[in-house]
T-cell receptor, first 115, second 116 residues
């Protein structure tokens, strides 16, 4: 158990809908990262937050947004969902984001299925 | 550009065999960090090792060992006397220190099947 929690574990929804994925980092970790893992694209970095502020951005679509709250938990919002958004979404956390190169600890993931 | 290549897509071995997973990276940075992660069938990504570019010593942790060679830009991972529980997808990753958009660059992974 990495100490990172994600809810829900599974999510099934329809195209055009909006969902919110939630992540709680390990105790003491200030950095949160979001990743998407799909069969055809592998593991893709989406976005990073450090102590409430956006720190780095990857291949995140405009339909997706995220935020990190004062209690350090983070939410990833996915809207206008398409079939291609079906994937495993991971959250990870690390101890600090100054250099950002510390090891990241991953949650169990949320499996999103868009029908 | 920063890049990580794991040329082996799938490897299948019989239990107790030794197996090496290859990782080749490209970077312009003189200071960089490399990682290995394991993703067992349960799906969760598990951190295995982090190495920085200043430390070229090989590392051993039980049946796992890592060979870091800057001259060939490789960071290979060897499992000695493999076990069925080692069956997983293994990812190599490079920390991209470029500019303000620092992030991990991931290889596509190597799927290892250890058969009894």
């Amino acid at each position: 158990d990495s100490g990172v929690t994600q809810t829900p574990k599974h999510l099934i929804t329809a195209t055009g809908q909006r969902v919110t994925l939630r992540c709680s980092p390990r105790s003491g970790d200030l950095s949160v990262y979001w990743y998407q893992q799909s069969l055809d694209q592998g593991l893709q970095f989406l976005i990073q937050y450090y102590n409430g502020e956006e720190r780095a951005k990857g291949n995140i679509l405009e339909r997706f947004s995220a935020q990190q709250f004062p209690d350090l938990h983070s939410e990833l919002n996915l809207s206008s969902l398409e079939l291609g958004d079906s994937a495993l979404y991971f959250c990870a956390s690390s101890t600090w984001g100054g250099q950002g190169n510390n090891e990241q600890f991953f949650g169990p993931g949320t499996r999103l299925t868009v029908l | 550009a920063q890049k990580v290549t794991q040329a082996q897509t799938e490897i299948s071995v019989v239990e107790k065999e030794d197996v090496t997973l290859d990782c080749v990276y490209e970077t312009r940075d003189t200071t960089y960090y490399l990682f290995w992660y394991k993703q067992p069938p349960s799906g969760e990504l598990v951190f295995l090792i982090r190495r920085n570019s200043f430390d070229e010593q090989n590392e051993i942790s039980g049946r796992y060992s890592w060979n870091f060679q800057k001259s060939t830009s490789s960071f290979n991972f060897t499992i000695t006397a493999s076990q069925v529980v080692d069956s997983a997808v293994y990812f190599c990753a490079l920390w991209d220190n470029a500019g303000n958009n620092r992030k991990l660059i991931w290889g596509l992974g190597t799927s290892l099947a250890v058969n009894p």
